[in-house]
RNA sequence: GGCCUGGUGGCAGAGUGGUCAUGUAGCGGCCUGCAAAGCCGCGUACGCCGGUUCGAUUCCGACCCAGGCCU
């Protein structure tokens, strides 16, 4: 192994919903050393299964997937913690003389992993309490003045109407004393492996959107208005709880509470569920080092596979 | 065949003789502890043909289409 690159390796397989991500993943587990780790904010949560396409159970056994099921739904999760059991879990399974493949579609998973993060206070819930009734009471004009004054950096890049960042630069203030523009310019710790980016960027939306209206149907016909059913009975239920919030879940309140009929609920979640896959897309075209792969394309998961084999190659 | 009502952007739906409805879908983008979240941006649409007018989606006429009523 070359000396000046001693570092170990891992590998990155991002996508939007519905790429086959997770196939691929496991595929590329059944004949490599390699181990994986979920990089994904809904299927860290336990009893949400149908909704997030979650691996079934066997597959789970088979090919075990570090921080699925690693939360109850009335917890929060955040990418800072992500990062953390990230970090602790790819040291394990080098450990264990093994290659990381973290898979998954959240892109702010991703960056906070490959980039770092900023040494930043973490949430609040009692200052969170007081900028949402603060937000109410005065409005986001006046929140947006108040960043404005204390921390005018932010209040420039931030809109009057994102009102939950312009809270969050509060937060971070009221719990710091200092300005978040100021914490965040500080050199943030990279990722110390080498690190193989493969990303699944589909080049025709349309059969994406044909595979998530197919995988929305899917889920219906599977228990999904089941599964919603026992989210909704826990005492903890709320639907501003973040992962109440996940698509699929949202768009299914309404329907349970009979306010909108069973077709409502599915084209919404159809649309919500192309909305997220745009934004995740978005987020892969920012990804510039990326080796990228049209799902669509007969060739590739050769193609990956090939890519892996030549990256896995290279470190022996 | 006659009478009535209506034809507005992918869809829904206001409106006006002379910059702008709006919502929704879609598309582009942003993203530092809620991210499957939140936010920003993007559309000469006014059934067709004439006429009136400096100017018509808006007024007039014919025609076409849809729905309703009548014979």
Redesign the pocket.
């Known amino acids: 192994m070359n000396k000046e690159d001693a570092r170990a390796p891992i590998i990155f397989l991002m996508g939007p ?1 519905a790429s086959g991500k997770t196939a691929l993943a496991c595929e590329l587990a059944s004949h490599h050393p390699i181990e994986l780790i979920s990089v ?4 860290v949560y336990r009893g949400m299964d149908i ?3 979650k691996p079934d159970a066997q597959m789970l056994e088979r090919f075990p997937h570090r921080l699925v099921n690693i939360r109850d739904p009335q917890e ?5 913690d992500f990062r953390a059991d990230a970090l602790r879990e790819i040291e394990r399974i080098i450990g264990r003389g093994r290659i990381p493949l973290l898979v998954g ?5 991703f960056r ?1 992993l490959d980039r770092g ?4 206070p ?2 609040d819930a009692e200052v ?1 309490a007081d900028l949402a009734r603060e937000a109410v009471q005065a409005g986001k004009e006046s929140l947006h003045a108040r960043l404005a004054a204390l921390d005018p950096v932010t209040a420039m890049r931030l ?1 009057v ?5 312009v ?2 630069a509060l937060e971070v203030i009221a719990l710091s004393g200092r300005p978040l523009s100021e914490m ?1 310019g500080a050199p ?1 710790t990279r990722l110390p492996y080498k690190i193989l980016k493969l990303a699944l960027l589909p080049t025709d ?1 349309a059969p994406l959107h044909a595979r998530i209206a197919n995988r929305v149907d899917a889920m219906l016909e599977a228990g999904l208005v089941a599964e919603l059913g026992q989210l909704r009975e826990r005492p903890s239920w709320s639907p501003d709880l ?1 992962s109440m ?4 879940y ?1 768009q299914g309140w309404p329907y349970l509470e009979g306010s909108c009929s069973l077709d409502d609920f599915r084209i919404k979640a159809i ?2 569920t ?3 896959a ?6 892969l ?2 990804e510039l080092d990326a080796l990228t792969f049209d799902p669509d394309a007969a060739s590739a998961a050769d193609k990956v596979e090939f890519a892996v084999d030549r990256f896995l190659d290279l470190q022996n």
């Open positions: 919903t994904d904010s809904a299927l909704g997030t396409a929060i999760y955040s990418a800072a579609g959240t892109g702010l998973y906070a993060l900023s040494a930043l973490e949430a969170r809109n109407n994102d009102i939950q960042r809270q969050r965040q943030k939306r973040p919030r996940a698509v699929g949202r649309h919500a192309r909305q997220l745009k934004r995740q897309i978005t987020w075209r920012s």
